[in-house]
Structure formats: C-alpha cells, structure tokens
C-alpha cells in the first residue's frame, strides 16, 4: 500500500474512531440519563399514589378508579397494587409494542425502568405495596430521535474532518508526488527535461530529502550540460574550419560522400563552388582582421538558407583559403540557386572594391561519384574565371525527373507502386554487434516504377516523392511490409521515416493505426528518423516516440553526430538508440581527435541508456577502432568475422 493510501486510511480511521466512540459514549450516556428519569418518575408516582390512595376509603373500587386514573395519566407499563402477603389486589398494565425505535436498536440498546415501590396505609394498618414501572417505549423513541440527530451531526463533522484531511494529505502529497516525477525521468535518464528545484516543504522528514534530490538533480544536469558542451567543443575542433565555423574541407568531403552513399538518404542535386578572388591583394590592401571578417560573414551568409530555396543546402564547407562548397539538394533550378547564392556573396563584398567573386556548379548525374562531381565543379569554376563570368557557370546535364518524363509522369508511376503491392518491396542490410549477432535489419523500401523493370532505390524517386508530397504514404507501406515481413519470421527491423512525412498532422496516427493491426510483430519493430527532425519537428518527434513507445516500437534517430549538443531534446524525445553517420566515425583509426569525439559522444549517449551504432562502416581498422569506442553496433560493408 502507497505511504499516501496509508496516510488516508489513517485520517479516515481516526475519524471514523471519533465519530464512532462519540456516538456510542453519547447513546449509553442518554440511556443512562434515561433510566436515571424513569427510576426517579416510578418512585414519585408510587409515593404520590400511595399517599393519595392511604387518604380515601379503603374499599377496592375507590382504590381501582384511583389507579386508573393515575395510569391514564401517564406512561404506564403497570400498576398494581400487592398485599402485604404478596397477592395482587388491582392490577392495570399496558403491552406497547411500537416503541417508535427499529426492533434491532431496543434489542441492542435495552432500557431499564427500575420499579417504584410505596406503602398504601389505612389508618396505622397497611393495605399493601404499590408497585409502579413506566414504559421504555417512550424513552426508545426519545433516544432514537436524539441518536439520528447525532448521527447526522457526526456525518457533517465527519465530512468536515475530511475536508481537512484532505488538504493535509494534498500538502503532504504534492512534494511526493514530485519526487515521484523527478524519479521516473532519472530512470528515463530524461534529466534536461526535468522541472525546476521542488519546493521545500516544512515537513523536517521530507525536507531532507527534497534537498537532497534537488541537489542531486542539479548535479546531474550540470554534468551532462558539461558533458554535450566538451563533445560540441571537440566537434568543432575536429571538423570544422576555426575561422568561419564551418566543416573543413575534410569533413565536408567525408560528409558529401556519406550523403551521396545513402541510396535511401536526402537526393543529391549537385555541388556549388564559391571562389573569394583575390585574397591575398585584399588582405594588403584592408588588412588581415578585416579580410577574416569577410570570410566569417560568408560563412555566415552560406549557413542560412536563402528565401525561396529552403533546405536546399545539405553541406557546407570552406575547401581552401578562397573557396567555398555546398552540397545542394536535388532541384529543377540548380543555375537559379546558384545565380542566388553568387547575388548573396556578391552583397557581402560589395563594400571591398579589391573583391569579386566567382560561383560554378555541377548537376549529379546518375552513377556520379564524389569526385566526378568535385572535377566537373572545379572546371565550370575554371571556366567562369577564365570569361570573367558575371553569372554561376553550371556544368549540367539533363535531370533525372525531366529523363523520367517530368513531375506528372513520376507521380503516375509513384501511384501505381503503391496501388500494386507487388511493385514495392524492402531490401534489408544487417546492423551488427560486436559478437557478430544481428541487432535488426535496416529494411530500405525499393518500388518497381516501370512494370518488368528494376526495383529503383529511394535516391532515384525520392526527389519527386516530396515534391508530390507522397513521401508520408511510401513510409505507411515500408511499415506495413515491415510488419509482415516481421510476422513471418520474428526477426527485428527498422524502417526510416522521411523528415516530409512528419509535417502531415495525420501521420503519426495513421502510423498507429497500421501497428495495431500487428501489435505482437510492433514488438520487434524499429522506426528511425533523420537527425535533422530534433531542430525542424521536435514536437512531432517526441509525439512519435511516445506513441509508439506504447506499443513497444523502439525509436531511434539516424545520420547523427551534429546536434549531439541538443542533449535536452535527444532526452525529451524518450529515444532508444542514436545511429552516428559514416562522416562521425569515418578515421576514427587514424585520427587520435576523432577517436575522442566518437568515444565522448558514446560515453555520453550510452550514459543516457540510449543504444549506439555506427553508420556504413567500410574500413575494418575503423571498426575496431569503434567497438573500442563503445559502439554497440555497426552497418555497412564491414562485418564481424
């Protein structure tokens, strides 16, 4: 039993105690006030009587008319009138059965009426004894009436007294009660989202320990606060240029790369150079702190996205001294993008006459590999210096949607996948543990656009998904394919939730809903969304993790590694496990900084009881290199042997 049910049982048997003794100390005190009446009343009558009976004649119709008449003036159970030999002389009496109490109370709570005795005299010769008892009827009624009333007094004080324990228990319950809460999140390992320093009460008992668990709470947050700001400040240090902020060259090949290596991942556009020209003549003629300043407002300029192309930039990084890259996302319009991006710059350095600045592209071709792309940019950067270009020079080709007939073919072909389950599939890669054991399979969906034709991956038609907004439906059939595929021999699998599909308000129910139609293949079912969700949708996030957290669906987030410093939100969301991208761990055996950024971010995240795995590795020094970082799993071309 809860302390505070025992507390209410407590109040309420004290109450029910007092009310009780109360009641009864009060009905045997009345019965005795009563019998003490009815003692005094028979005595008094028997006197009066005799005295009025020894003063008339003596013979027995005068002393019958004189009984009579005192017992029909009074409440009279008998009167009679005894010899001195014993033998009754006259006798009146009367059997009242209604007393006007219920049986069961009379029979509880009997009544004496004790008997009054007196000598009838004529002259100096005795007559005889009366005898003289009232009826208890009378009484019973009278205590019966005085006992509803107090019973119905005791009920008022009763509520009354509840009242007031109420309130007690309320004042007792309410610290406990977050205590209770602040107990559940450090089990969540939820510490960023717990409430502010609980009240302290007056309670010297709970006092103690509401101090101690505040300080204990405050202990832990500063930890963990100090924890996700060393792992932001290592990667910063690591992969980003220290004097934009942005990745450095680096990093920003290795996150082109993994981007590009996700077939099921954000679809690539093309690659943008931004060429600062002349940067040593600038920094002769403003100077070096200046010329610095330029470079961070570019930075800066280059991190934001333009109005009218939002989330068209999937990376940024600064290359050299002078050059910039953006990885873009796929669009129809890569020349106006770039055109806006040269217009962007072109603002900042308007106020150094000594500058100019030069923007070439490259458009992704199917089958195009990162340095494809990154030689195909720099010649169109060549060429624009070479004609003193005034506009972005494109290297470009014809685009995938425009080959595939344009955006209405796409759709047609999109709603004839998913009107014709045959047409769709999932293809499934194994994430590892150390023993080599499988944690789950990463199920990817693949669609046949063209009946007889190949089963494409979401690279190929997930550009014309979002443009058609279907990407929410192709992530209800993946979960319904999962769930059966699942059924059918129990083994787990994840699916991945595309950042589009979350805007719909009806996904996450339509999700659930599709769940319950299997909630013991739901058991062993993982669904995973992109890191980018905790900044762009952390309302719908956390909805979908305590959603499908009810029906035992394990959340995760994939491709992260840059808003590990978000660490209240990765706690609020009540995640199960975080997949780092291939860009985060990639070096991890040949660079001593990375190494420490990857074991720092697991230390942090296992240290909030979330499981940790390692994205697309492909290099088998990285890999042990990552289980002696604290990975829990892996995926990728690399297996456990």
Not at 297 to 309: T, V
Not at 466 to 490: K, N, P, V
Not at 510 to 515: A, C, E, P, T
């Amino acid at each position: 039993m809860s302390l505070i049910k025992q507390v209410w049982s407590l109040v309420i048997g004290v109450i029910l105690f007092a009310c009780l003794g109360c009641l009864v100390f009060s009905v045997l005190s009345a019965r005795s006030y009563l019998e003490s009446q009815l003692a005094i009343k028979n005595h008094d009558t028997a006197e009066s009587l005799a005295l009025t009976l020894s003063q008339r004649d003596s013979n027995r119709t005068m002393l019958e008319r004189g009984i009579s008449t005192q017992f029909d003036t009074g409440h009279y159970k008998s009167i009679l009138l005894r010899s001195s030999g014993g033998l009754v002389i006259i006798e009146r009496s009367m059997d009242l059965k209604d007393f006007g109490a219920p049986v069961w109370f009379s029979e509880l709570i009997p009544i004496d009426s004790p008997v009054g005795h007196a000598q009838v005299m004529s002259g100096w010769k005795q007559l005889g004894t009366i005898e003289v008892i009232s009826h208890t009827g009378f009484a019973y009624a009278d205590l019966w009436a005085g006992t509803l009333r107090l019973v119905g007094w005791m009920f008022v004080i009763a509520i009354i007294g509840v009242t007031i324990g109420h309130r007690a228990v309320q004042r007792l319950r309410q610290p406990l009660d977050l205590l209770a809460k602040q107990a559940d999140k450090l089990v969540e390992n939820r510490f960023a989202s717990l409430p502010k320093p609980i009240p302290i009460p007056k309670t010297p008992e709970l006092k103690r320990v509401v101090e101690a668990v505040n300080q204990m709470v405050m202990q832990i947050r500063a930890l963990f606060a100090e924890q996700s700001t060393q792992i932001e400040a290592l990667r910063r240090a690591t992969t980003c240029d220290p004097l934009t902020g942005v990745a450095h060259r680096q990093h920003f090949l290795a996150e082109a790369g993994a981007t590009l290596d996700q077939q099921d991942g954000n679809p690539v556009g093309g690659l943008l150079l931004i060429r600062l020209n002349k940067l040593s003549d600038l920094n002769v003629l403003v100077g070096r702190a200046r010329t610095d300043a330029l470079l961070r407002d570019i930075a800066i300029a280059l991190s934001h996205p333009l109005a009218g192309y939002l989330d068209s930039v999937l990376h940024v990084g600064r290359l050299n001294g002078t050059d910039f890259g953006l990885l873009v996302a796929a669009s129809d319009d890569l020349r106006g993008l770039a055109n806006a991006w040269l217009e962007r710059v072109r603002q900042l350095v308007a106020a150094f006459p000594a500058a100019s600045v030069t923007v070439s592209g490259a458009a992704m071709q199917p089958g195009m590999g990162l340095m494809q792309l990154m030689l195909a940019a720099d010649l169109a950067l060549a060429q624009a210096e070479a004609r003193g270009s005034k506009t972005a020079e494109i290297e470009s080709g014809q685009s995938a949607t425009s080959q595939a007939g344009g955006e209405a073919a796409w759709r047609r072909q999109l709603i004839g996948a998913l009107t014709h389950p045959s047409h769709a599939r999932l293809e499934e890669f194994p994430v590892v543990d150390q023993n080599g054991q499988t944690v789950h399979a990463e199920a990817r969906l693949r669609l046949q656009l063209v009946d007889g034709g190949p089963f494409t991956t979401a690279n190929i038609w997930l550009p014309m998904a979002m443009r058609t907004r279907l990407t929410a439906r192709l992530d209800e059939m993946a979960l319904t394919l999962a769930l059966q595929d699942i059924s059918r021999d129990g083994q787990p699998r994840a699916i991945s939730i595309a950042l589009l599909s979350l805007r719909s308000p009806e996904f996450v129910l339509r999700l659930v809903q599709g769940i319950k139609l299997a909630p013991k293949a739901a058991a062993s079912l993982w669904v995973e969304v992109d890191e980018d969700a905790l900044a762009s949708y952390p309302m719908v996030t956390a909805e979908l993790c305590r959603v499908l957290r009810a029906y035992k669906v394990r959340v995760g987030l994939e491709h992260a590694g840059e808003r590990l410093q978000a660490i209240g939100v990765l706690q609020e969301c009540g995640l199960d496990y975080v997949k780092l991208s291939r860009d985060f761990t990639a070096g991890v055996a040949t660079d001593s900084a990375q190494a420490v950024l990857v074991r720092s971010a697991c230390h942090l995240l296992r240290g909030l009881k979330l499981q940790v795995i390692a994205e697309s590795v492909s290099d088998a020094a990285d890999l042990e290199a990552l289980w002696a970082c604290g990975i829990d799993g892996i995926s990728g071309q690399v297996r456990q042997e």
